[in-house]
Structure formats: C-alpha cells, structure tokens
C-alpha cells in the first residue's frame, strides 16, 4: 500500500472536521511515540462539498505510505436536528424510547445484548422517574397549599426542587442522555423515512465514493464509520456499488466502529436500510471488519449487524473482531476508560498506551489493507455473553 484514501463518517455529533482533524493529529502522535511510527498530519481543507480532509505521511512497518483522510460532513445536520432546551431533551427522549418500545427495538436489544438495552433505555426510565417524583413533589405542595400552610408550602418547595434539578442533571450526566437520546431520535426518524436532508448527504457521499473506486490512483479505498456514523458507512457503501459496474472497481475496505446498527435495522419501517445492509453483506467487491468491544456500552459488542437478515448462502458479511482495549493499557487506565462510556467508545479513534493488534492509525495510515492487516483473526461467531433469556433465535 503506497497511496490510500480513507473516507470518514463519524456519529451523532455536532462537532465538525476541526474537532477531528484536531483529534486525529493528537492521538496519532501520541500513538507515534508508543508504536514508533513516523506520522505527520497536515493541515485541515476544505476539499469540496461536504467534505474536509487532510494528508497524513507516515512511515510504519518501515514502509512510507501517503493518505488522504476525507471527512464526510453531516455535522450540520446534526445541529439542526439538536433540541437545546432541557425541556426540549426531555420530550425528545420520552418520545424516542416510547417508539421503540412500541417498536421492539428495546425488547430486542434487552435479549440480545443487556448493556446496549441499558444506553438506550436508562435515559428514558430516568427522565419518566423524574416526571414522576416532580409530580409527587407537585401533589404535597398543592395538598400544603389547600390545608392552608402557605408557609409550609414553600419550604417543602425550597427544599425539594433544587434537589429535583440537581437529580435530573447527575441522571442526565451519567447516562449521557443529551447524547443518546438525541442520536435515538434520529435514528428513529431516519427509519420512518423523515430525515430527507439526510438521505440527500448519503446520496452525495455515495457519487463521491463511487468516483474514487474508479481512480487508479488509490491503491485502498477505506470507509470507515464510527457509532451511528457505521449505519451511515452501510448506506454510503450499498449505494456506491451499485453505481459502479461489477470488476471495474477497486475492492473497497469497510471498516464500521462501534455500531450500534440495531437501532435502526430492527425498526419495522426501515425496510430500506435493511435492503442495504443485505447488499452489503452479500457483496464480494468490499472487504468488511465490523469492530466493537464488550466494555463499550453503547454499542451492539459483538453483533452481527445483518442478523436475521436473508443473506444468499456463501455471502462474507461482516467479519467481528474484538479491539481487545484490555490489552492497550495498563490496568489502571483500562480501568477508567471501562467506566466512562463516552471515552470508551470513542477509544476505537485514539491512541493506546501499549502496542497491540488495534491500531488506528496503522489501520488508516499503514501499508497493509484493512483484510491484510487482520488475516490472521478468525472473526467472532456468536457472541452470547450479553444475551438475556435465552436471545434471539436463530
């Protein structure tokens, strides 16, 4: 590998290509001084519609290999579709968690993997007990009011209603409800089919990706999705192969990071997106590594993202990997990325405090394919650690 193109599409977040490029540089030289790579990132541009980018140079494995890193913006979506009252996050994520209830998404990922249940359902359970304490609140200091002891009233008022705020603030930060239930209630309008501005940008990274597998100059095209930005990668990827004729393209590497996939393909209404994971399961022209670690709570660890799919017999999906982030720090360290479930799923993007076999930057910057890099894996197969009353059947 000598010239390499990766196109990235990160997750539910409103921070644009300077936040990562910036990120991108810091970790690879600290990634650098662990693995003894040679690194150097350039600077930030603007490389067309939607897309920002940079040249990364870097020799690893002794070899000198030159990268373009696209940044595929929808950051701009995200911030018109951020709701930032509290008022307005509580409605949103008491509206989110109803539907997929209602939908079975919850159902779901209770039996298939229990950490994922809790990111998707601790939020809405906690905000429906705050609503309900607020209430009881409510009630005794009308009842207060009625017997006549105004004075009582307000210092029952005084005393739990900061308490109340201060709660619901500690829930809120602990859960990272502002960030999931926001993502959820994208998810959920995706799959109804009610985010066209969104389906417009995945049709635009798409032309984009199929011009580049028709360039000679790339000698890997890697599409690398992380979070919901994974779904995303599925689209894009589905969508460009089929612009592109069969053989006349060069054989694309998918890499989607903690996917949390199910969100949206166990909808009912998202029959579309289920149409595109099949296509790009079945597909032999891509190479995909779908990589996600059991300590990562908002993801599906270990899920095949085409489960119950009709997949033609022989078709390669999604080769499972664990990163083995145990093995990347120190005890201590790992022990403090486990807890902090916002660090832990991004880790999949950062630096690791001991060489291991995940390596990011290896992966986006080195000489060797996506497929070459991980031959010597065999793919998990069926992961049941996290399932709950006997899981989903097969």
Same mark, same amino acid.
């Given at each position: 590998?000598?010239? +390499?193109?990766?196109?990235?599409?990160?997750?539910? $977040?409103?921070?644009?290509?300077?936040?990562?490029?910036?990120?991108?540089?810091?970790?690879?030289?600290?990634?650098?001084?662990?693995?003894?790579?040679?690194?150097?990132?350039?600077?930030?541009?603007?490389?067309?519609?939607?897309?920002?980018?940079?040249?990364?140079?870097? /020799?690893?494995?002794?070899?000198?290999?030159?990268? +373009?890193?696209?940044?595929?913006?929808?950051?701009?979506?995200?911030?018109?579709?951020?709701?930032?009252?509290?008022?307005?996050?509580? +409605?949103?994520?008491?509206?989110?968690?109803?539907?997929?209830? /209602?939908?079975?998404?919850?159902?779901?990922?209770?039996?298939?993997?229990?950490?994922?249940?809790?990111?998707? %359902?601790? @939020?809405?359970?906690?905000? =429906?007990?705050?609503?309900? *304490?607020?209430?009881?609140?409510?009630?005794?200091?009308?009842?207060?009011?009625?017997?006549?002891?105004?004075?009582?009233?307000?210092?029952?008022?005084?005393?739990?209603?900061?308490?109340?705020?201060?709660?619901?603030?500690?829930?809120?930060?602990?859960?990272?409800?502002?960030?999931?239930?926001? #993502?959820?209630?994208?998810?959920?309008?995706?799959?109804?089919?009610?985010?066209?501005?969104?389906?417009?940008?995945?049709?635009?990274?798409?032309?984009?990706?199929?011009?580049?597998?028709?360039? @000679? %100059?790339?000698?890997?095209?890697?599409?690398?999705?992380?979070?919901?930005?994974?779904?995303?990668?599925?689209?894009?990827?589905?969508?460009?192969?089929?612009?592109?004729?069969?053989?006349?393209?060069?054989?694309?590497?998918? =890499?989607?990071?903690?996917?949390?996939?199910?969100?949206?393909?166990?909808?009912?209404?998202?029959?579309?997106?289920? $149409?595109?994971?099949?296509?790009?399961?079945? #597909?032999?022209?891509?190479?995909? *590594?779908?990589?996600?670690?059991?300590?990562?709570?908002?993801?599906?660890?270990?899920?095949?993202?085409?489960?119950?799919?009709?997949?033609?017999?022989?078709?390669?999906?999604?080769?499972?990997? #664990? @990163?083995?982030? %145990?093995?990347? &720090?120190?005890?201590?360290?790992?022990?403090?990325?486990?807890?902090?479930?916002?660090?832990?799923?991004?880790?999949?993007?950062?630096?690791?405090?001991?060489?291991?076999?995940?390596?990011? &930057?290896?992966?986006?910057?080195?000489? +060797?394919?996506?497929?070459? /890099?991980?031959?010597?894996?065999?793919?998990?197969?069926? &992961?049941?650690?996290?399932?709950?009353?006997?899981?989903? /059947?097969?």
């Amino acid at each position: 590998m000598r010239r +390499r193109l990766v196109c990235y599409i990160g997750g539910f $977040d409103p921070q644009g290509p300077a936040h990562y490029h910036q990120l991108y540089a810091t970790e690879a030289a600290r990634q650098a001084a662990v693995s003894g790579h040679e690194i150097s990132v350039g600077r930030r541009q603007r490389l067309g519609e939607h897309i920002a980018g940079w040249e990364v140079d870097a /020799r690893i494995d002794g070899q000198s290999v030159r990268t +373009r890193y696209e940044f595929l913006r929808w950051d701009d979506i995200v911030r018109a579709r951020w709701p930032r009252s509290r008022w307005a996050l509580l +409605r949103t994520t008491l509206w989110a968690s109803w539907q997929c209830w /209602r939908d079975g998404v919850m159902w779901y990922s209770w039996r298939r993997s229990w950490p994922a249940f809790l990111a998707l %359902a601790g @939020p809405g359970l906690a905000m =429906l007990i705050w609503v309900l *304490l607020l209430g009881v609140v409510g009630v005794l200091a009308a009842g207060l009011w009625g017997a006549g002891w105004p004075l009582a009233t307000g210092l029952w008022l005084l005393l739990t209603l900061p308490g109340l705020v201060a709660l619901g603030v500690e829930a809120e930060r602990r859960t990272q409800m502002a960030w999931l239930m926001r #993502s959820l209630a994208c998810l959920v309008r995706q799959g109804r089919g009610q985010t066209p501005e969104l389906e417009a940008r995945l049709d635009h990274f798409a032309a984009h990706l199929a011009a580049a597998l028709q360039d @000679p %100059a790339h000698d890997e095209v890697l599409l690398v999705g992380h979070s919901s930005g994974a779904m995303l990668a599925v689209s894009v990827a589905a969508r460009a192969l089929a612009q592109v004729p069969a053989g006349a393209a060069a054989r694309l590497s998918l =890499l989607t990071l903690g996917q949390c996939g199910a969100t949206l393909s166990q909808q009912p209404q998202a029959q579309a997106y289920r $149409d595109e994971l099949v296509a790009v399961g079945s #597909s032999a022209q891509l190479h995909w *590594l779908d990589v996600s670690a059991p300590a990562d709570g908002c993801c599906y660890a270990l899920v095949d993202p085409c489960e119950g799919l009709p997949l033609p017999p022989g078709s390669p999906g999604a080769k499972r990997l #664990s @990163p083995r982030f %145990a093995q990347l &720090f120190t005890p201590a360290s790992y022990e403090r990325i486990r807890h902090d479930k916002y660090r832990c799923h991004f880790q999949y993007l950062m630096a690791s405090e001991v060489v291991g076999e995940y390596d990011y &930057f290896a992966i986006t910057a080195g000489p +060797r394919s996506l497929q070459e /890099r991980f031959a010597h894996r065999d793919g998990v197969a069926d &992961f049941r650690q996290f399932e709950c009353f006997g899981g989903i /059947r097969r």
